[in-house]
């Protein structure tokens, strides 16, 4: 989910699912998400004491630290939300990440929440079934095109056409194509937007490279859903 969609479904009322980021250098996703929770506090004119952290001590997450961390989920808020944070998310001792499953599972509406870890592997699957996996572990191997950032960022900042007019004007080779898609991903990994249709697009790259798919339908598809 993009970060426009959090902000739309904030003003609706609307439960957000949980989200979880994997990445392997924690300590820089932990500040990334840091990043994105004060926008969204600004956009709002939310405190920053409406984030509540469980942040990264190196130690096992104990039973009477998650209770004290939960404290506040059923608590009215005057604000239209708040946040909790669990860095390093694997932390959680058995008891502790059972202690968890059904405020994930039901944050209520006034509660988002943010996890991080390094592999999703070393994580619970009853968690991971009541969150939204977001992996972030390809931002560091792909080569960012400024051209393709330039073009995304002028439509997305400044609703500018342009990114459709060089695509349906221009008859580019599938070479051109992937790498377009590629940097779509980099680009949502790094602006933290279209997060839900990262797995798909990689999923598409695939079929272009391996199965020989019409790689400007896939390229149009997408930019008809950013």
Known sequence: MQKEEIIKKIEKGEEISPFLFIWQNTEL?????????????????????NLIKLEDNWENIKIAEVKEFMKKRELWTPYKFQIFFIENVSRLTLQSANSCLK?????????????????????????????????????????????????????????????????????????????????????????????????????????????NVNARWIVDKYLLKI
Do not use: C, G, H
Not at 178 to 187: A, C, G
């Open 103 to 211: 405020f994930f599972e039901e944050p209520w509406i006034q509660n988002i929440i943010f996890m991080t870890n390094s592999w999703e592997n070393w994580i619970l699957e009853t968690i991971l079934s009541r969150v939204q996996v977001i992996n972030m572990w390809m931002a560091k191997t792909l080569d960012k095109n400024e051209f393709f950032f330039n073009l995304l960022d002028n439509y997305l900042e400044k609703r500018n056409s342009e990114i459709f007019s060089y695509f349906f004007r221009n008859k580019l080779e599938k070479e051109e194509l992937i790498d377009f898609l590629k940097n779509l991903i980099l680009y949502a990994k790094k602006n933290f937007v279209f997060l839900d249709l990262i797995e798909e697009i990689d999923e598409d790259i695939n079929l272009i490279i391996k199965n």
């Open 29 to 49: 996703l932990n500040s990334k998400i840091k990043e994105n929770i004060f926008e969204l506090f600004e956009y709002f004119e939310v405190p920053k004491v």
